[in-house]
């Protein structure tokens, strides 16, 4: 069994963290030393709830947040979003394979204005439909929930599908990022790693969490 490519890194999601105070929920991953920021993108279309929008990226950017922002998009038309979250201080934007749009143009889209670019899937979609786009993406995130929501349960049977693109990353010596996201704590991530992930959302199980040091050293030994 190949072993995972990159080192854990937790990543914790900023939708379960205080919408009133956005910036102090963001510095509290900063203070941590924790490198990335998760932000979710919601329209209210593709999955069912609105979270915020480039603006909010913006406004962390200009209090000093300097995070790494992988941004993950749940929109029906993301190809219409890309320039404005670039715009607005986006490190990675991750876009979804379900709807219908040209994936492989809003990927380079996404690089040429100077992002990493990532695809994601849905739990019921199936590996095949990404592979083709392996060799152009920076991450591939398999969501371990459906999403639209924090707080849901891990499914536990997309292990197979994570343990799928190690293989292929492996077999075709790529070296895209391998994400979950969905229901993560130190338990599940410790499953999913063993399947071949790297990089962890985290959200309700990172801002419950009374002791975020001791959380984040255990994601570190995963
Ligand atoms: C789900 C989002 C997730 C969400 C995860 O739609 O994509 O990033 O914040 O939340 P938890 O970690 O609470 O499952
Ligand atoms: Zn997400």
Redesign the pocket.
């Known amino acids: 069994m190949p072993p995972p490519l990159h080192a854990p890194l937790l990543n914790p999601?900023l939708l379960a963290g205080d919408h009133a105070h956005l910036g102090a929920s963001a510095a509290a991953v900063a203070q941590l030393n924790l490198p990335w920021l998760?932000c979710?993108i919601m329209d209210g279309h593709f999955v069912p709830n609105l979270s915020f929008g480039p603006e909010t990226l913006a406004a962390l950017r200009r209090a000093g947040i300097k995070l790494f922002f992988d941004t993950?998009l749940m929109l029906s038309e993301p190809h219409r979003y890309i320039e404005p979250f670039a715009k607005a201080g986006a490190n990675l934007v991750s876009i979804h394979i379900e709807p219908d749009y040209d994936h492989a143009a809003t990927l380079a889209r996404i690089r040429a204005l100077g992002c990493q670019c990532g695809i994601v899937l849905n739990p019921g979609t199936p590996a095949r439909a990404v592979e083709h786009l392996l060799g152009a993406v920076d991450l591939v995130l398999v969501m371990t929930v459906q999403?639209g929501f924090g707080g849901q349960s891990f499914r536990r049977d997309m292990l197979p599908k994570i343990s799928q693109f190690r293989d292929w990353r492996q077999a075709r010596r790529l070296g895209f990022r391998l994400e979950v996201?969905g229901g993560i704590d130190a338990d599940t991530a410790f499953e999913c790693r063993a399947a071949g992930a790297d990089t962890f959302?985290a959200g309700t199980s990172f801002f419950r969490a009374a002791d975020k040091p001791a959380f984040a050293a255990a994601f570190a030994k995963l």
Do not use: R
């Open positions: 999601s998760h979710d993950h999403p996201d959302v």
